[in-house]
């Protein structure tokens, strides 16, 4: 195994166990506030494809959400939430040692941005509209802070961050909508969903159907962590098989602002991009665990496919 392999292994894999695996023995305090139905929750998510062993294509991202319970819907008689979300992403070709543009098979792409949330969620319905605003380029800070990252911890070579995507300004709206049907119930519960993501503004322009096939015992989908609900301390614990194929329109991350930009690299994105995909997810009390697969499809013409992991933990409180 590679060197710099080895060292995202020694490092993430004591992580990995403290996350996913101590912090259920953490959970185990009982204490009389704990029996109250939480209403709030803050939530640190990081996608990596380190346990996989490459690093290419969507390298990182780092997500920080709080999300709150709303009391009483404003706008629709379902159950509402709210939320905030501050996130990075790092994008880069499959060689990240090259400085010739000649050898990149997609640009360097960084961004930051802040989203909002508002979800509305029935027994069998779920709707959920994002505003995304940030930054693209080296402004973004996210280029920066994957050498530091490099350097500081994986201790191998930074990527060179030569043809980088330029500084540009984004707004974005997104839709998620699902429907979903209760096949078997508790506690070997199994639901199957069909989905719709769409997105629309100067970063992402998609359409995106999919299907969802849920095991094991879960909540209602206005009270389960599959659709990140709130209002329950039932307990959780199943995994989730979705696949889904998106329509692109547009992606300022390959090709650049939709207005133009000073971008020295970019591509054209494939029209449509496979999605697969595997979760794992466990309430405990106020604990929420998610461990997931993603596989996507090339995003560019003869570029190769490409898959990582996402982990999530997420602390609830309030009432």
């Known amino acids: 195994m590679e060197t710099n392999s080895m060292a995202r292994l020694f490092f993430f894999g004591p992580m990995f166990y403290i996350c996913i695996g101590g912090l259920p023995l953490m959970a185990q305090e009982v204490v009389q506030d704990s029996l109250s139905v939480p209403n709030q929750q803050v939530e640190l998510r990081h996608d990596n494809d380190f346990l996989l062993t490459t690093d290419r294509y969507y390298s990182s991202g780092l997500f920080l959400t709080y999300r709150k319970k709303l009391k009483k819907g404003l706008l629709s008689p379902w159950d509402e939430q709210v939320g905030i979300t501050l996130l990075q992403q790092v994008y880069t070709p499959s060689n990240i ?21 508002w979800t509305s969620t029935s027994d069998r319905l779920f709707l959920g509209i994002d505003g995304l605003l940030g930054a693209a380029g080296p402004d973004s800070g996210a280029g920066n802070f994957q050498r530091w990252y490099h350097n500081a911890i994986v201790i191998s070579p930074p990527p060179v961050w030569e043809g980088e995507i330029a500084n540009s300004f984004h707004s974005n709206m997104y839709l998620n909508a699902a429907r979903e049907w209760e096949w078997l119930p508790n506690p070997f519960g199994i639901r199957a ?47 989730t098989f979705r696949v889904s194929q998106r329509y692109v329109y547009r992606n300022a991350l390959i090709e650049g602002h939709p207005s133009g930009d000073a971008s020295p690299l ?3 994105p494939e029209k449509q991009v496979f999605h697969l995909g595997f979760d794992f997810f466990h309430r405990f009390k106020r604990h929420d665990y998610k461990v997931s697969y993603r596989y996507l499809g090339p995003e560019i013409l003869d570029n190769g496919s490409h898959n990582y992991l996402i982990l999530s933990y997420g602390y609830s409180f309030g009432s």
């Open 266 to 268: 970019v591509f054209a």
């Open 193 to 239: 969903a069909v989905e719709l993501k769409g997105a629309a503004g100067s970063k992402d322009l998609f359409i995106e159907p999919g299907i969802a096939l849920h095991f094991g015992r879960r909540n209602s989908m206005h009270q389960s962590i599959a659709y990140d609900q709130l209002g329950s301390l039932e307990r959780e614990i199943y995994f």
């Open 97 to 117: 040692q090259s400085e010739m543009l000649s050898d990149h098979d997609r640009p360097y792409a960084a961004f930051t941005g802040l989203q909002f949330k």
